[in-house]
């Protein structure tokens, strides 16, 4: 089945670092999502992109779409600590039936 | 406005024991539903997702089963608890399989 990768696994940084997680895939997608999930909270949508190349910005966020649209990531810039959290990307593949792959996700810890 | 709910919030049940969690979801019609676990620290694994009352589809064999009685009514069940049935579950629901999805606050369940 379709695997979907993201690293790194962890990240740990100073607020005001900037921080940047990637989301790849074994096929090519038509849509991409990513969503965010607050320690002990549940998963909250962020942006969806289904062009090839497309850049979206969110205030301090900014979402990637690849050429070959087989990755995308996620940059965020200056983090502060509302940014902690876990930011899963979800993939999905043409197709009827098809639903959304989730990452594993990339856990953010922001120091104050 | 939608609104997804679910229950228990927490559960903690003995190993061979029934289960079963209830979601619902308000303000939406013929909504595409789903129930994910997540075991602690990891990524999100889709178990049943359903396009319609009565249609449900498996994404992974196991002692869990799902059942849709009501258009925004969804609800997980298992005969008899394993300890790796222990996780957060939760429930989403998007208008289309392509759409954004929107998560419930989840069921903490731990079988001891």
């Known amino acids: 089945g379709q695997q979907v990768m993201q690293i790194p696994q962890y990240q740990h940084v100073q607020e005001g670092e900037d921080f940047t997680t990637y989301c790849n895939s074994s096929?090519?997608?038509?849509?991409i999502q990513w969503y965010k999930q607050r320690p002990g909270g549940h998963p909250v949508f962020l942006i969806q992109?289904?062009?090839?190349?497309e850049v979206k910005k969110q205030k301090r966020l900014t979402f990637q779409f690849g050429e070959a649209k087989k990755n995308s990531s996620l940059h965020i810039t200056a983090t502060q600590t509302t940014d902690v959290g876990t930011y899963f990307c979800?993939?999905?593949?043409?197709?009827?039936?098809?639903?959304?792959?989730f990452g594993p996700g990339t856990r953010l810890s922001v120091l104050p | 406005s939608q609104t997804i709910h679910q229950w228990p919030a927490t559960l903690v049940q003995p190993v061979g024991s029934p289960l079963s969690l209830e979601c619902t979801v308000e303000?939406?019609?013929?909504?595409?539903l789903y129930w994910y676990r997540q075991a602690a620290g990891r990524g999100l694994q889709l178990l049943f997702y359903s396009v319609g009352i009565g249609q449900i589809s498996s994404e992974v064999p196991q002692n869990l089963s799902a059942s849709r009685p009501q258009d925004r009514q969804f609800i997980l069940s298992s005969k008899k608890l394993l300890l790796s049935d222990s996780g957060f579950y939760l429930c989403a629901w998007s208008v289309y399989s392509y759409n954004e999805q929107f998560f419930g606050p989840g069921t903490r369940l731990t079988v001891l």
């Open positions: 303000g939406t019609s013929n909504p595409n």
């Open positions: 979800a993939a999905l593949t043409a197709g009827y039936g098809q639903n959304f792959v």
């Open positions: 096929t090519t997608l038509s849509n």
């Open positions: 992109l289904v062009k090839s190349g």
